[in-house]
T-cell receptor, first 114, second 111 residues
Framework: AQSVAQPEDQVNVAEGNPLTVKCTYS??????LFWYVQYPNRGLQFLLK??????LVKGSYGFEAEFNKSQTSFHLKKPSALVSDSALYFC????????????FGAGTRLFVKA | EPEVTQTPSHQVTQMGQEVILRCVPI?????FYWYRQILGQKVEFLVS????????KSEIFDDQFSVERPDGSNFTLKIRSTKLEDSAMYFC?????????FGPGTRLLVL
């Protein structure tokens, strides 16, 4: 079955420190991978995606993610966290069904402490 | 980022009532999606819609749900007879190339 796993419910990091939010996936074929961020009482905001090409993709607000095919992972990273990065982060994969729906992970809540 | 808008932002309804949630997609992009997020839980796919037809739906999307493009631009999700467990955030999304862009959501509360 096609799925996305985010093994951490919550990640805590101090402001200025690097952050990593983990994601692993299980899909048939080549994966289309995404990260979205959700701030309180807001919608899902697109951060970045991997379709093909370089394994390291850069997105909005200084975030980047590394696609690792052998480990089936797509971890989200940022070299220096900001308090304003505190939010709920979702990893997602597009599945190659008729409607090209997106399957989301359960989400990881990031807390950045000043 | 391309903008998808949704109305209303909040809706409170009585169990058994019909609700219609509206979405204004990005111009000229024909793939539409509805998702829901029950409070504190993951985002779940409901239905995808392309060229005025449902292309895929989940097991959640039963006979109580329907989608339409009533005037060629707006995109609606109707719940015919709401249940308590329909209380959730409902997001519409529009696909631009390979990326789905989401609206801000409608928070539905069924009492």
């Amino acid at each position: 079955a096609q799925s996305v796993a985010q093994p951490e419910d919550q990640v805590n990091v101090a402001e200025g420190n690097p952050l990593t939010v983990k994601c692993t996936y299980s899909v048939s074929g080549n994966p289309y991978l995404f990260w979205y961020v959700q701030y309180p009482n807001r919608g899902l905001q697109f951060l970045l995606k991997y379709i093909t090409g370089d394994n390291l993709v850069k997105g909005s607000y200084g975030f980047e993610a590394e696609f690792n095919k052998s480990q089936t992972s797509f971890h989200l990273k940022k070299p220096s966290a900001l308090v304003s990065d505190s939010a709920l982060y979702f990893c997602a994969v597009r599945v190659n069904t008729g409607g090209f729906k997106t399957i989301f992970g359960a989400g990881t809540r990031l807390f950045v402490k000043a | 980022e391309p903008e998808v808008t949704q109305t209303p932002s909040h809706q409170v309804t009585q169990m058994g009532q019909e609700v219609i949630l509206r979405c204004v997609p990005i111009s000229n992009h024909l793939y539409f999606y509805w998702y829901r997020q029950i409070l504190g839980q993951k985002v779940e796919f409901l239905v995808s819609f392309y060229n005025n037809e449902i292309s895929e739906k989940s097991e959640i999307f039963d006979d109580q749900f329907s989608v339409e493009r009533p005037d060629g631009s707006n995109f609606t999700l109707k719940i015919r007879s709401t249940k308590l467990e329909d209380s959730a955030m409902y997001f519409c999304a529009n696909r631009v190339r390979e990326t789905q862009y989401f609206g801000p959501g409608t928070r539905l509360l069924v009492l």
